[in-house]
């Protein structure tokens, strides 16, 4: 089997940018140990403190963001790193040629049950003509990462990376305590009647959101109803979805009124829309294509609908 390192060097990716994927994935190896551990290193539960989204800080969000802050630091090829959890871009090196954004650890509500959670991440080339750890930085388009991925903290750990148009899937030896590449050139399987919503949100979606849903499972619309599934944790939802095929929804609710869509563009849209279209997948928000929108603001949201595209399409119709 090919260890990440081998593959990326096959793949002739430039070598500061290998580089950073490395960083990254120490981390997310220190993370991974860590998640293992579980009660026994005392780094389950909640802090006292709420993330700049508003939302408290479990134990584990903390220490993942400070793991991968620490590694990407260290790494003179990072220009900045912007988290989920920071108010702000955290600034590494003035030269450095590439920014890292990340959610450290998705699905938190998950850590205190043992369920899947996981990092997810982005690479985007930094900007010469602004500051190190400007804002602006990270206000590019989806079509400029230059790879992106997650890592599953499930049963075994699994790195899922979108990198030269094409998915591939790593899972990680905790003995060698290194990647190797499981399933090369990975495409989303087609066919599957299976879709991952939270259907506690039904009455607060939009009309055209209840209509679709209903129409997905009513026998008297459909000859095969759809399955559902929902993990509560986006890492966990669109790894089956990518794995097995079906479609992910998190559209816009009127629950809180002030925050329409839930899911971020940066650390979470951005990098899953361009692992599921490299899949040959589509990722849409209900107005368009994922990868075709700018960041506008660092912590923007967006309404999420990704995965099989013949799906895809139905739903946004
Ligand atoms: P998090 O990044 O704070 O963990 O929140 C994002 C998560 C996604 O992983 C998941 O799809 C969604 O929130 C679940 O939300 P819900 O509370 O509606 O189940
Ligand atoms: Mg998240």
């Not at 989204?53 to 003179?76: A, R, W, Y």
């Not at 990072?78 to 954004?101: I, M």
Request: one cysteine or more; proline letters at 4%.
């Amino acid at each position: 089997m090919q260890s990440i390192a081998e593959f990326l060097t096959d793949q002739q990716v430039d070598e500061k940018l290998q580089q950073v994927i490395h960083s990254i994935l120490s981390a997310s190896k220190e993370i991974a140990f860590q998640v293992g551990m579980g009660a026994m290193s005392g780094v389950l539960g909640s802090t006292e403190n709420e993330n700049v989204q508003g939302e408290t800080q479990k134990k584990l969000d903390v220490i993942s963001n400070q793991i991968l802050l620490d590694n990407l630091s260290k790494n003179q090829h990072v220009r900045a790193a912007a988290s989920e959890e920071e108010d702000l871009p955290v600034s590494c090196h003035e030269k450095g040629a590439f920014l890292v954004a990340f959610d450290p650890l998705d699905g938190s509500s998950n850590i205190d049950i043992n369920g899947q959670i996981g990092t997810i991440f982005t690479i985007l080339p930094a900007q010469d003509n602004l500051r190190a750890d400007a804002q602006e930085q990270f206000l590019q388009s989806g079509h400029q990462q230059l790879c992106a991925g997650y890592v599953l903290y499930g049963p075994s750990s699994i790195l899922m990376l979108a990198i030269n148009g094409q998915v591939h899937e790593f899972t990680l030896d905790r003995e060698k305590s290194d990647f190797f590449k499981t399933t090369n050139n990975l495409i989303l399987p087609p066919g599957r009647k299976e879709f991952s919503i939270n259907m506690s949100n039904f009455y607060f979606w939009p009309g055209y959101m209840q209509t679709h849903i209903q129409s997905l499972i009513n026998p008297e619309l459909i000859d095969e109803p759809f399955n559902m599934r929902w993990n509560g944790a986006m890492v966990g939802d669109v790894h089956r979805v990518l794995s097995r095929g079906g479609i992910f929804l998190y559209p816009t609710d009127t629950k809180k009124p002030d925050q329409p869509a839930k899911l971020r563009l940066l650390y979470e849209a951005f990098p899953m829309a361009l692992l599921v279209e490299n899949a040959k997948g589509q990722a849409c928000t209900e107005s368009g294509r994922i990868l075709d929108l700018t960041l506008t603001e660092l912590h923007q949201r967006v309404p999420v609908i990704m995965g099989d595209a013949e799906l895809v399409q139905a739903a946004i119709q």
